[in-house]
């Protein structure tokens, strides 16, 4: 990586101040306090900022450890955060997203407890910007959710690998009938719940299972009309008997999720593995249409962020 100059961070500065001048705007109009302000625009500044209400995420990805070339690179950027977005320097967050190994990605980093709210349109989600790798919230998938909240009425809805359940309180936003969260860590349904007492949803009207999705759908026999499945790229944890990996397992998950759905529901299977594709099985066995262009946010560079397949039965 280059050695910077002070016109590089007059170039990066220009960039994080035009970025958030206009999505700032967007944000305030459309309700939403969590959305990306910078995404790698500028080659010599491999970063990601997210802001969080008043407080701001860096991500660097790296696959070992950072030289000393780079400290500028960070001074710059925080630089750029502080003066132009006016956030205080202890309100400013770095984590570095390392190439995943094992079960990395769910792993704690940090004990600070430090919870606190945003507003996605009409919802709010509790965020954690230092505990762990990622923070509660998947900005991703922030159109997704406002598919399910406009679909869900009066319907059965599923969502496996539900995380800390940003999409079951869409859907319950949505007025479904009634809601079904399956995650194996028993941190994120607690997570989950707290995310639906804060919007005023009533736990005893939904489904809370800590279960691995693998063996939820083993030997689940209930109907949905609509399933959400969102499984990681890989996991190894020692809840489960054996290692999972999206590319050998998503065939048994869309095909036993796709037994799980009413004649006339959707199923939406959502993932991030850069490469992925989807097996020519379940191409052969239902209806598959790549909605993937219309659930990638405004506010991200990266096309490749996730692939989202909207998949229902042949009749």
């Known amino acids: 990586m280059k050695k910077l100059n002070m016109a590089d961070q007059k170039t990066i500065q220009n960039r994080i101040e035009k970025n958030y001048k206009h999505r700032q705007k967007w944000a305030k109009k459309e309700g939403i306090e969590a959305f990306r302000v910078y995404e790698r625009d500028i080659p010599e500044f491999p970063f990601i900022v997210d802001l969080y209400k008043d407080y701001a995420l860096i991500f660097e990805r790296r696959d070992d450890e950072i030289d000393a070339d780079k400290f500028n690179h960070f001074e710059y950027i925080i630089s750029a955060v502080k003066n132009i977005i006016k956030i205080p320097e202890e309100k400013i967050i770095i984590k570095t997203r390392f190439k995943q190994k094992g079960s990395t990605q769910y792993e704690k980093i940090d004990e600070k407890g430090e919870f606190f709210s945003i507003r996605e349109y009409g919802a709010q989600f509790l965020v954690n910007l230092h505990d762990y790798l990622d923070t509660g919230l998947f900005l991703d998938h922030r159109p997704m959710r406002q598919v399910i909240l406009k679909d869900s009425k009066d319907k059965k809805v599923l969502n496996l690998f539900s995380y800390t359940g940003s999409v079951s309180v869409s ?145």
């Open 171 to 315: 859907a319950a936003l949505g007025q479904a009938k009634h809601v079904t969260s399956v995650d194996l860590s028993t941190t994120y349904q607690e997570w989950a719940k707290r995310n639906f007492e804060l919007n005023q949803l009533s736990l005893k009207d939904h489904n809370f299972i800590t279960v691995s999705a693998i063996d939820y759908l083993k030997t689940a026999q209930n109907k949905f009309d609509i399933i959400f499945l969102d499984p990681p790229t890989f996991s190894n944890s020692k809840k489960m008997s054996e290692d999972f990996e999206i590319e050998k397992d998503h065939v048994f998950l869309v095909e036993n999720c796709l037994r799980l759905l009413n004649p006339s529901g959707v199923l939406y299977f959502s993932n991030n593995k850069r490469k992925f594709k989807l097996s020519n099985e379940i191409v052969s066995i239902a209806n598959v249409i790549d909605i993937t262009d219309k659930t990638i946010p405004i506010d991200f560079r990266d096309n490749k962020i996730h692939h989202c397949f909207k998949i229902t039965k042949k009749i």
